[in-house]
């Protein structure tokens, strides 16, 4: 009895702790929305201080729970559990947390002086109680509840300048992810009269049929913005600020990724044989098309925004696979492409800011004045490509490694996509070396500088501690 009560006290203690990270920023957010006379500077305070109250509470759970996985929910039973507390979703909260704090802590230089700041603040804080909510969330109702709150907050952002171009490209983001989420939506129906249960952690068997699974599978890879359905992703780049960007890219494209990790590979679901053929193939797909593209492109926010649409087809190859080193290799390509693809876009916003362009072709020689960015940029760079001991290469590495033991074809593919990485990345960052062009000169902003150095130090720490930190993913797995 003294036991149950315990278990009972700790479980209310952790589901109070999660609620709490999800409302906290989530409240804040809308008291930025309601209250539209506060001052900007107090607006990125309280954004700063919810963000970083946010993160703390992730980083106590994460410490408390050492990995554990713990359920907590709500009765009747076909809404339980509600929220599951488990090492991958700790790990990815923690994450995107501190990939969070960062952005905003950029904003407060970027932002500065820029209209519409309560809605920029409040609608960044609304998605990342949003992020918190998802992260946890083995209901699929739930889950999808938190995907669309995370839509719509994408939809505002997209268009926070209010030009008309931008709202069209917000409007069209919009309609293309809230399109394949209502397909996934029917799928989740579909899966509830076959299997009698939203819980994913429930699945068991072949209790989802394939057209349930093909229907949730578009709305996965619509969100997650892989072929065919990338097109609203490099568009929204360019018409969103650089933070924006970095969230778009770094955590809001891999919703779909991780929904795929909860429903597909978590879960003791069976698929049929074809199934890692399908989904690997999308991936590999996806994933040369947009290097091919992204080698083309002139605009250093398209070139990033291809850029995203191609890693994120490595890591659904990773989890398509789905055996142990699958998914593990997607999980660390996750967060090293999260990592990476935050720090670039600020990198890139702050070039932007410093010169007032953005074509490659107007820009060299930036390196001078921004020695500090030029180094973190070529980290970045160099982890998103592959090269070790970055985070990113172990990724891409096991990535390709388990694609061998599949299929010999997609592990070419990947290996292919990795050195059109290579080649548009080195022509990205030409805009650092040689001579300024047309007189055109960089600066620091130590505000904005500062993210991007921490997030270079993350990928590369987190890359030399590799034994450490693939443990850590190993044991949120139950591997």
């Known amino acids: 009895m003294g036991e149950d009560r315990a278990y009972q006290g700790a479980n209310a203690l952790i589901l109070t702790a999660v609620w709490c990270a999800v409302l906290i920023p989530a409240g804040l957010g809308v008291v930025q929305l309601l209250f539209r006379r506060i001052g900007g500077g107090l607006r990125g305070a309280i954004a700063l201080f919810g963000t970083a109250l946010t993160l703390a509470l992730m980083v106590w759970l994460w410490v408390r729970q050492g990995g554990a996985v713990t359920s907590c929910g709500t009765s009747p039973d076909m809404l339980a559990p509600f929220f599951r507390v488990d090492g991958v979703g700790l790990l990815l909260a923690a994450l995107f947390g501190t990939i969070w704090l960062l952005v905003v802590f950029y904003s407060l230089g970027y932002m500065r002086g820029h209209e519409h700041q309560d809605d920029y603040y409040g609608f960044l804080l609304l998605m990342l109680g949003a992020m918190m909510g998802f992260c946890f969330s083995w209901n699929v109702i739930a889950l999808y509840i938190f995907w669309e709150l995370a839509g719509v907050c994408t939809w ?45 952690a429930a699945l068991t068997g ?30 929204a780049h360019t018409a969103a600020p650089s933070p924006v960007s970095a969230l778009l890219s770094g955590i809001v494209a891999k919703i779909g990724l991780i929904a795929y990790l909860r429903i597909f590979v978590q879960s003791h679901v ?10 690997g193939g999308v991936g590999v797909c996806g994933a040369l098309v947009a290097a091919g593209i992204a080698l083309r492109e002139n605009d250093i926010k398209r070139i990033l925004g291809f850029s995203t649409v191609s890693q994120l087809g490595y890591i659904f190859l990773g989890f398509a696979i789905a055996s142990g080193l699958g998914a593990v290799a997607g999980i660390v390509y996750l967060v090293a492409h999260a990592l990476a693809k935050s720090g670039l876009f600020l990198a890139m916003g702050l070039v932007e800011h410093s010169t007032g362009r953005r074509d490659l072709r107007e820009l060299g020689g930036l390196m001078r004045g921004m020695p500090v960015t030029s180094a973190a940029v070529g980290l970045l760079i160099l982890s998103i490509v592959g090269v070790p001991p970055l985070l990113g290469f172990f990724g891409k590495f096991y990535v390709v490694v388990a ?20 080649l548009y990345m080195l022509r990205l960052y030409r805009i650092f070396v040689g001579g300024p062009r047309d007189g055109v000169v960089g600066h620091e902003n130590w505000v904005m500088t500062t993210p991007v150095v921490v ?13 450490v930190f693939v443990k850590l993913v190993e044991r949120g797995l139950g591997l």
Do not use: Q
Request: aromatic share 10%; net charge positive.
């Open 206 to 235: 072949p209790v989802v049929s394939p057209w349930a699974a093909a229907l949730i599978l578009v709305g996965m890879v619509t969100k997650s913005a892989s072929l065919p359905l990338y097109i609203w992703l490099p568009d």
């Open 156 to 200: 505002r952002l997209v268009a926070h300048r209010r030009s008309a171009l931008e709202v069209a490209t917000a409007n069209r983001t919009l309609l293309i992810t809230f399109s394949g989420s209502v397909l996934m939506l029917v799928g989740f129906a579909i899966m509830f009269v076959e299997g009698g249960s939203f819980d994913a």
């Open 455 to 467: 997030l270079a130090v993350l990928t590369t720490g987190l890359g030399l501690c590799f034994p």
């Open 270 to 279: 069976m698929l049929p044989v074809w199934w890692t053929w399908l989904v």
């Open 403 to 422: 694609a061998i033991r599949v299929s010999l074809i997609l592990a070419v593919g990947a290996v292919v996509a990795a050195v059109l990485t290579l």
